[in-house]
C-alpha cells in the first residue's frame, strides 16, 4: 500500500521536510530522527564544494537510498515536459515540488497522468509589494520567513476549497512551533525547512542536532 504525504488527508498532522540534502550520511540520520520528507536539489554547483546543488546521476542515486517510509522530493526548475519526463522516470522520486511558476497547466495535467503515483508540490512566490500571498517567501533557501499574516489568509482560503498546503521559509527549529500555532486553525500538512538546519548556505551540509530539534518541535506539536 503507498503511503502519500497529501492525498485524502486533509486533517491529519503535521510532517517534516528537510531540504538540500547532499550526503547518505544526513540521509540516515534524517530517517533515524523519523524525518517525514527528503528534498534534493539540481542544478549547476558553479566549483562550489560542498554543495546541496547534485547532478542528476547523484540525485537518482540519492533518492535511491532513502527508503520507503520516508518521502524523496526533487525539486523541479525546468518547464519543459520532455525534460521533466525523463529526469522523473530516470530519477524515481516520490514528490515532485515545481519551483517554476509558468508551467503550462496542460502540461502539468498530462505529467500527472503519465506519472499517477507521484504527489506534486507546486511553489508559490510573490515579491512583497504585490497584492497576493505566498507560501514560502520571495527569497527561496535564504532563511527569509514570509508575512505569516498573509499566509494565514491564502491557509484560510485552502481551507475553504479542501487543498493541503506547505510553509516554507525562514523555519528553523527555534520558530516552527510557533509557526504551526499560529496556523493551527488549518495547520500547513508539512513545514518544509532548508537553511534553518543547514551547516551553511548551499553546502549540502546538515546540522543534524538542529534537524533533530526540528522534528522533535514537530512531533511535540503534533502530539
Not at 520558530?175 to 496556523?183: G, I, K, Q, S, W
Request: with cysteine.
Amino acid at each position: 500500500m503507498i503511503m502519500y504525504l497529501f492525498r485524502n488527508c486533509l486533517n491529519s498532522q503535521a510532517k517534516a521536510k528537510v531540504c538540500g540534502l547532499a550526503r547518505k550520511a544526513d540521509i540516515d540520520d534524517c530517517i533515524r530522527l523519523k524525518v517525514d520528507a527528503l528534498g534534493f536539489l539540481l542544478g549547476d554547483a558553479k566549483g562550489r564544494y560542498p554543495t546541496d546543488k547534485l547532478t542528476v546521476d547523484e540525485a537518482a542515486d540519492l533518492v535511491n537510498y532513502v527508503n520507503r517510509r520516508t518521502k524523496s522530493v526533487l525539486l523541479v526548475k525546468s518547464i519543459n515536459a520532455q525534460e521533466i519526463t525523463e529526469l522523473l522516470k530516470f530519477i524515481k522520486p516520490d514528490v515532485v515540488q515545481l519551483q517554476h511558476e509558468a508551467l503550462n497547466p496542460t502540461v502539468l495535467a498530462d505529467l500527472k497522468e503519465y506519472f499517477p503515483s507521484i504527489e506534486w508540490i507546486k511553489t508559490v512566490k510573490i515579491q512583497p509589494d504585490e497584492q497576493a500571498i505566498l507560501l514560502d517567501s520571495y527569497k527561496p533557501g535564504a532563511g527569509v520567513s514570509p508575512d505569516w499574516v498573509q499566509c494565514k489568509i491564502v491557509a484560510e482560503y485552502m481551507k475553504s476549497q479542501s487543498i493541503p498546503y506547505v510553509l516554507a521559509g525562514g523555519l528553523n527549529p527555534l520558530n516552527v512551533t510557533e509557526a504551526l500555532r499560529y496556523f493551527e486553525s488549518f495547520t500547513p500538512r508539512m513545514v518544509d525547512v532548508m537553511s534553518g538546519v543547514s551547516t551553511g548556505r548551499g553546502t549540502g551540509i546538515k546540522d543534524i542536532s538542529a534537524v533533530a530539534k526540528f522534528v522533535a518541535a514537530v512531533h511535540q506539536f503534533n502530539s
